[in-house]
């Protein structure tokens, strides 16, 4: 079993391989959260998380022939990245395999550090199974992404950095997904402070360690889809659940829409970009009744590998939920000037025109009539409503829709 000693030796053995992120005091979130809140920003690590502590604490661990034939992992993405780069730097072969949904940023980051990227299964279990087999095929070491003494100690290095960062902390919340990192620091932070809570965090559609702490048992969850892609496991690992067992104080679960809401609040106020899993911590302190209320409280933000298009939705339906940005239905008299006449009235509330779109043919309008669908960007629902009051004052038929 792992003791606090393989952590200390794994910090040590990382000294210049991994980067000491910074565990900055949010004046902000303390303010939204009621605590005393601190981001712990792995996400500015080389390959964009956590894992690299671990990856690279197993890699340098390797024995010389070990390392002449070769790694293989299996990834949702970050611990591809995390081996593929670690690897090139040590001058070890990686073989990288991934699901086919794994976000394009994490292939092309893996291939770009040298490995060898193969997408297979529509999920990490069948990825992971292939991953196996090609390691036994080819005889290379397989690199677990969690469920590895090794790994566990690199990730556990983490805790050890908070104590000195953050040496009064209350609790710690991070995400969960295999184990590793909550185990690791866990460990690392009970043996030295063993009143810290830690708290894990997990997607509520795959709450893998959730349940296994409540049953005992390490099942396996039915396949299924999340935001917090770098968490979603579905069977957590056997050294990782005992870990759970002896040093986890609770596991809560967000929602997809908190997951969401969290990511943005994380852009527009810490101006950090995170992905799902990394924005999971603070989903549950702002959502949960964790009691941390007046506690000086660590967020560990696991990571930030998310596509442009993921934020780019995720934004929209921010506004759209604060009342940003919102889309009428507006009837009108089908005659020339008429809808200059609708923009007019619109301006003048001070709201900003996005998208016009003019319907005539498919809509439900009288003969002599025509719907437009009108996406406006306003400064929030005081504002809707004026310029849906200043509509109807002006003869309009109005509606807003939602959903």
Same mark, same amino acid.
């Given at each position: 079993m792992i003791e606090p000693a393989d952590v200390a030796a794994a910090r040590k053995r990382l000294e210049g391989a991994i980067y000491e992120t910074p565990c900055a005091y949010s004046q902000t979130l303390s303010e939204l959260s009621g605590a005393r809140c601190f981001v712990k920003l792995e996400n500015l690590q080389m390959t964009g998380?956590? *894992?690299?502590?671990?990856?690279?604490?197993?890699?340098?661990?390797? &024995?010389?022939?070990? #390392? $002449?034939?070769?790694?293989?992992?299996? $990834?949702?993405?970050?611990?591809? +990245?995390?081996?593929?780069?670690?690897?090139a730097r040590l001058g070890i072969r990686a073989v990288i395999v991934m699901p086919e949904w794994a976000p394009l940023i994490k292939v092309t980051s893996a291939r770009r550090h040298g490995a060898e990227v193969i997408l297979s299964g529509t999920n990490y279990d069948e990825a992971y199974g292939c991953a196996r087999h090609i390691a036994?095929?080819?005889?290379? %070491?397989?690199?677990?992404?969690?469920?590895d003494d090794?790994?566990?100690? =690199?990730?556990? %290095?983490? /805790? !050890?950095?908070?104590?000195?960062?953050?040496?009064?902390?209350?609790?710690?919340?991070?995400?969960?997904? =295999?184990?590793?990192?909550? /185990? =690791?620091?866990?460990? #690392?932070?009970?043996?030295?402070?063993? &009143?810290?809570?830690?708290?894990?965090?997990?997607?509520? $559609?795959?709450?893998?360690m959730k349940q296994a702490l409540a049953t005992g048992t390490r099942a396996t969850l039915a396949p299924a889809s999340t935001i917090a892609d /770098?968490?979603?496991?579905?069977?957590?690992?056997?050294? @990782?659940?005992?870990?759970?067992?002896?040093? +986890?104080?609770?596991?809560? @679960?967000? @929602?997809?829409? &908190? !997951?969401?809401?969290?990511?943005?609040? +994380?852009?527009?106020?810490? *101006? @950090?970009?995170?992905?799902?899993? /990394?924005?999971?911590? !603070?989903?549950?302190?702002?959502?949960?009744?964790?009691?941390?209320a007046g506690r000086n409280v660590v967020l560990v933000l696991s990571g930030?590998?998310?596509?442009? %298009?993921?934020? $780019?939705?995720?934004?929209?339906?921010? !506004?759209? *939920?604060?009342?940003?940005?919102?889309?009428?239905?507006?009837?009108?008299?089908?005659?020339p000037g008429a809808?200059?006449?609708?923009?007019?009235?619109?301006?003048?509330?001070?709201a900003n025109i996005l998208h016009i779109e003019h319907e005539r043919a498919f809509s439900r309008a009288a003969i002599g009539e025509s719907r437009v669908e009108l996406t406006l960007e306003t400064s929030g629902r005081e504002q809707i409503e004026i310029v849906k009051r200043r509509l109807i004052e002006s003869g309009y038929r109005v509606e807003e829709r939602r959903g």
């Open positions: 998380s956590f *894992k690299e502590r671990g990856a690279a604490n197993l890699l340098l661990q390797l &024995e010389p022939a070990e #390392a $002449s034939c070769g790694v293989a992992a299996a $990834s949702a993405g970050n611990h591809g +990245l995390a081996v593929a780069f670690h690897a036994t095929e080819r005889g290379l %070491t397989f690199v677990h992404p969690f469920d090794r790994v566990i100690a =690199g990730q556990g %290095t983490l /805790g !050890l950095e908070l104590l000195e960062q953050c040496p009064d902390m209350d609790a710690v919340v991070v995400p969960v997904g =295999g184990g590793g990192l909550v /185990g =690791g620091v866990a460990l #690392a932070i009970k043996a030295a402070r063993p &009143e810290v809570r830690v708290i894990g965090v997990q997607a509520e $559609s795959l709450d893998a /770098g968490i979603a496991v579905r069977q957590v690992g056997e050294i @990782t659940l005992a870990l759970a067992r002896q040093y +986890l104080d609770e596991v809560v @679960t967000v @929602t997809e829409e &908190e !997951l969401a809401n969290a990511i943005l609040l +994380l852009l527009e106020i810490e *101006k @950090t970009v995170v992905e799902g899993a /990394g924005a999971a911590p !603070l989903a549950a302190l702002l959502n949960r009744r964790l009691g941390l930030g590998n998310i596509d442009v %298009t993921m934020i $780019s939705r995720i934004i929209e339906r921010g !506004l759209v *939920k604060d009342a940003r940005l919102v889309r009428l239905s507006v009837i009108l008299r089908d005659q809808l200059a006449r609708l923009a007019a009235l619109v301006g003048e509330a001070r």
